[in-house]
């Protein structure tokens, strides 16, 4: 709960930061968001195809190796940073409206503010699902489901993963 909590926080203030810079740049923000979507679909690209060729017993067994390293606050901070860093595509369009108006708002008085307080919201929204199903009983016990079912479909998850991520490369063209 607590790293759940950790994880919103940091992506909603680095939100919060890129609303600023947004303001700051106005619309060659956009530019750098479809360079982010490029790396992140090629980053779920690679893991799908991990997936498909056999290699999720591999990739869990490292990933069992790794987290006893990782602090327990640092797992939730690295995590919302990379998702603070890639805004979901599904919400460009309302992206490109905060942005628009940071970038409007940058011309008069109150533009870094402006940025910087919508995209804290959106952080925060974004986050709120995951929020709500980390702290519920019903929430916790979907996700526990669904991470059995996932484990169970090493070849439907990987290429879901790769639908992802080549949808998300695709969104910049």
């Known amino acids: 709960m607590l790293q759940t909590l950790i994880f919103t926080a940091v992506r909603a203030a680095l939100m919060a930061a890129l609303g600023m810079l ?7 923000f956009l530019g750098i968001q ?3 979507w490029v790396v992140l679909g090629s980053f779920y690209i690679t893991l799908g195809l991990i997936y ?3 290699g ?5 067994r490292q990933t069992h190796r790794l987290l006893p390293r990782v602090s327990a606050i ?5 995590l919302g940073a990379v998702f603070g860093l890639n805004i979901p595509a599904c919400a460009a369009p309302l992206l490109a409206v905060l942005l ?4 409007a708002q940058a011309e008069a008085s109150g533009g870094m503010m402006y940025g910087a307080s919508t995209l804290l ?3 925060l929204a974004l986050s709120s699902p995951l929020v709500l199903a980390v702290f519920t009983q019903r ?4 996700l526990n489901a669904i991470a059995r079912l996932a484990s169970r479909m090493p070849r439907v998850t990987g290429a879901v993963l790769v639908l992802l991520g080549l949808w998300s490369i695709s969104l910049v063209f």
């Open 34 to 36: 479809h360079g982010l």
């Open 74 to 78: 640092s797992g939730g901070v690295t």
């Open 56 to 60: 999720a017993a591999w990739m869990i």
């Open 139 to 142: 929430g916790r016990r979907m």
């Open 22 to 28: 947004a303001a700051l740049i106005g619309t060659r």
């Open 100 to 103: 628009g108006g940071a970038a």
């Open 52 to 54: 498909l060729c056999g």
């Open 121 to 123: 919201v959106f952080g």
